[in-house]
């Protein structure tokens, strides 16, 4: 029985010297190192969406997923359409990124960039239908929706 309380005691002993060795080699280790922080607080913010009303500048054929968004969009709402039927020269597929300041409070609004996804020649003076902004662990924090404008680049 002694023996034993000997053997537990000097295993004990040695698993302590290992952590004390391992804590002495990432002692140099800082926070700052291993850790980021997102800039001046605000959250950055993404989202798929579509815009619509392009007048034949939208995407073309070979752009199947705004086809699929199409396609999708209209079945939640009850409208069934065969894929091959749709056609999006009216309609672009869109990427929505956004920084959601620090400060925000649920009403208030904030600029979003809208990037077109596919081969749409242009996205101005149209509309962004509702889609949802999420951030990176995918909890939805905001939606984008309504006319879009370029504000000072009308050159």
Do not use: C
């Not at 999708?72 to 959601?100: C, H």
């Amino acid at each position: 029985m002694k023996l034993i309380k000997w053997l537990l005691l000097i295993a004990l002993i040695f698993v302590l010297v290992n952590i004390l060795s391992l804590m002495e080699a990432y002692a140099d280790v800082r926070i700052k190192d291993i850790a980021g922080i997102s800039r001046n607080g605000d959250l950055d913010l993404i989202g798929y969406g579509l815009v619509i009303g392009l007048a034949g500048t939208g995407d073309g054929k070979g752009t199947e997923f705004t086809v699929q968004s199409v396609v999708n969009m209209l079945q939640r709402m009850g409208v069934t359409v065969p894929r091959d039927k749709v056609k999006v020269k009216n309609v672009a597929a869109v990427m929505v990124t956004a920084e959601l300041p620090y400060s925000a409070r649920i009403g208030n609004k904030f600029d979003v960039t809208v990037s077109s996804l596919g081969d749409a020649s242009t996205l101005e003076d149209r509309t962004l239908l509702m889609m949802l902004l999420h951030d990176r662990r995918g909890e939805v924090y905001a939606y984008a929706q309504g006319p879009m404008s370029i504000g000072g680049f009308n050159v």
